[in-house]
């Protein structure tokens, strides 16, 4: 026989995850609903909390990422109760999720905050590193103490701060893209600060402020334990920070690019001898290409026909929604990259279910000049308006669709040029019906405008460009700028006299 749904009241406020999204959301339910419980259900000994938030502008936002203690959250917000444990099966009919310690919470609102898990090129190689959160972050910086060579695979945000920051080791990228950075930049931007990468990078290291990262011994055992099953929250954009990323060489940079190309399989090295292929020396700029006698513990063979040896790999190929706990015997409508559909209110297919941050696919009619990306500033509006629907809906409210969701707008940095993004800053699903106007200043800075029909779509600022907030007021009421022409990116003229 079923069980019998508990009535409503019987349960709780659930979330599950402890990252940017879970934590927000919890946070925003205890803020609204101070004398109930609001469970927290997070598998890792950590959580990440924003500190120091700044609104920059009507959308754009700044914060830091913090690794706490769950027991920090504890002594902010009394009434939201810690859980350590995973979750082992979400029982929708019955409106209550088992935990891997074997007990039962029944929930009136659940909602899903568990993120996603790095898309390792293969899975259980000791050689390749996925990089994803701290734990894999200081495994990464263990292993390339003792390096003389690594190879990158992967294009996106994680693999653009890797390749700036590494020193006295060989690196080889491999990017299936033409130009790098690909997720963030056109060809333009991608050329603007690859001649960065070229040129020595100053000595002076500007201070980030960003993340702190806190584990005490105690927890760095409890984690080691954890480790293995790939928990841990994302990192956040200064996670290099602290981190000596120095390899065993003695230059400090030294890069070598394959594009266009995947990997196509991956040697150890004694099938690599049996087989008696023959690998690349690390190309440089005087001598020919020729055969490596250095014996490496890995090789990998490129789809361009090329192997190298290396003594590790790194895995930075984006991530995959971490949904797999919640499916069984749940019919969950997935998103096409597998994440949870959710609709204007963030809620899922099943009832009081919601989902927010890296784990769900967003599924409404989305605004022209918004597109989901699986970034912390995401993380952090949708656990935050999750919250807010999951009041409005317990307590019988309408709400009104956050206005985050209006215009696509992030900033972060890459290798320390402050980098600013708005609305289809490369003119996603635009098509051809598009133009583009751009300002380099070499070393400096880099603007480039997406407009459609004379009206501004997207940008790209990179450097101190001062006109985030400009182009986020000329994108949000899409006027006519036909008429200004090129002198819309004039240096000589002062674009906000004309539309403050």
Not at 115 to 124: Q, R, S, T, V, Y
Not at 325 to 350: A, C, I, Q, R, Y
Not at 370 to 377: A, E, F, G, K, P
Not at 442 to 468: P, S
Request: hydrophobic share 35%; aromatic share 8%; proline share 3%.
């Amino acid at each position: 026989m079923e069980a019998a749904r508990p009535p409503p009241t019987a349960g709780k406020f659930v979330v599950v995850g402890g990252g940017i999204a879970g934590v927000t959301c919890a946070e925003q339910l205890a803020t609204h609903f101070p004398s109930e419980d609001i469970l927290l259900v997070t598998a890792s000994p950590v959580i990440k909390a924003v500190t120091n938030f700044k609104q920059i502008s009507k959308i754009l936002e700044e914060f830091d990422v913090e690794e706490q203690s769950s027991t920090m959250l504890g002594k902010r917000f009394p009434n939201i109760k810690v859980i350590e444990s995973g979750v082992k099966q979400l029982k929708s009919e019955e409106h209550c999720i088992v935990t891997e310690d074997g007990n039962q919470h029944v929930y009136k609102k659940l909602c899903l905050c568990a993120g996603a898990k790095p898309k390792l090129i293969c899975e259980g190689n000791p050689y390749v590193l996925g990089i994803r959160d701290t734990d894999s972050a200081q495994e990464f910086q263990k292993q390339l103490t003792k390096a003389k060579r690594i190879m990158i695979i992967g294009n996106g945000g994680i693999a653009l701060e890797l390749v700036y920051e590494i020193e006295g080791c060989e690196v080889i990228w491999a990017i299936k893209d033409k130009a790098i950075g690909n997720t963030f930049f056109d060809a333009g931007a991608a050329e603007f600060l690859t001649s960065k990468l070229i040129a020595e990078k100053s000595e002076a290291k500007i201070a980030h402020k960003r993340t702190r990262y806190t584990t005490e011994g105690r927890k760095n055992e409890a984690r080691s334990k954890s480790k293995a099953d790939n928990v841990g929250s994302a990192l956040g954009p200064d996670w290099h920070e602290g981190l000596n990323l120095k390899g065993t060489k003695e230059f400090s940079h030294k890069i070598h690019l394959e594009t266009m190309c995947e990997v196509k399989k991956i040697y150890l090295q004694d099938e690599f001898r049996i087989l008696k292929k023959k690998s690349f020396t690390f190309p440089g700029d005087h001598k020919s290409v020729t055969a490596d006698t250095e014996m490496w513990p890995v090789y990998v063979e490129l789809t361009n026909e090329k192997i190298y040896g290396c003594d590790f790999i790194v895995s930075a190929t984006g991530v995959t929604p971490n949904v797999e706990p919640f499916l069984h015997g749940n019919s969950f409508d997935l998103g096409e990259d597998g994440g949870l559909k959710v609709d204007d209110h963030m809620h899922t297919s099943l009832p009081d279910i919601y989902a927010a941050g890296d784990i769900c696919t967003t599924s409404w009619q989305l605004s022209p000049v918004w597109q989901q990306m699986r970034l912390w500033t995401q993380a952090r509006q949708m656990g935050w308006y999750a919250a807010k629907c999951m009041a409005a809906a317990s307590s019988g409210d309408s709400i009104d669709m956050d206005f985050s969701f209006e215009l696509f707008a992030h900033v972060t940095k890459f290798f320390n040029y402050k980098v600013v993004l708005l609305g289809k800053y490369n003119a996603q699903g635009l098509g051809s019906d598009h133009e583009l106007m751009l300002r380099c200043t070499k070393g400096q800075e880099y603007i480039k405008v997406v407009m459609q029909n004379g009206r501004m779509m997207g940008a790209v600022l990179i450097g101190e460009t001062d006109l985030e907030e400009t182009f986020e007021n000329l994108i949000l009421n899409q006027m006519n700028l036909s008429s200004y022409g090129e002198d819309l990116l004039d240096p000589n003229i002062d674009i906000e006299d004309y539309f403050d």
